[in-house]
C-alpha cells in the first residue's frame, strides 16, 4: 500500500527556523546531546566559495571551516534560545576532539530537519 503524501503549510515551514532540534551524536562508546536550530538566510554566516584553481586539499579545508561556522552559528542559535538544553559551549568547541566535531557536522547538516523530538 502506497504511503499518503504529506504536505507542508507556510505556517509549518516558517515555524522550522524557530524550533530547537536536538540528535544524539555517538562518540566512543557513549552519547553527545547536540542542539541547533534550522537558519534564516539573514542568519547565515558569511561564505566566499573558494577559488577554483586552488588544490583539492585547500578547497577542502575552506568547505570543512564552511561547514564548521554554519554549524556553530545554528548550535549558538539553539543554545540562546534554550540555555538549559546547552551541552556543547561554543567556547570550548575547538578544543574537541576533531573525529567528534567532524561527526556532529556530518549529523547536523545530514539530519535535514529532525522530527522525533517534537
Known amino acids: 500500500m502506497e504511503e499518503e503524501k504529506q504536505y507542508w503549510s507556510m505556517d509549518e515551514l516558517l515555524s522550522l527556523t524557530d524550533k530547537v532540534q536536538e540528535i544524539e551524536v555517538e562518540y566512543g562508546e557513549k552519547f553527545l546531546k547536540v542542539q541547533w536550530c534550522e537558519l534564516t538566510e539573514s542568519e547565515e554566516p558569511k561564505m566566499i566559495m573558494p577559488d ?40 570550548d568547541w575547538n578544543k574537541l576532539p576533531t573525529n567528534l566535531r567532524y561527526n556532529i557536522q556530518n549529523k547536523v547538516l545530514g539530519s535535514g530537519t529532525n522530527f522525533q523530538n517534537g
Do not use: F
Open 52 to 91: 577554483e584553481s586552488l588544490p583539492e586539499e585547500e578547497k577542502t579545508k575552506i568547505y570543512v571551516d564552511m561547514a564548521a561556522d554554519r554549524v556553530k552559528t545554528m548550535m549558538s542559535k539553539a543554545n540562546e534560545k534554550n540555555p538549559e538544553g546547552m551541552v556543547i559551549n561554543l567556547d
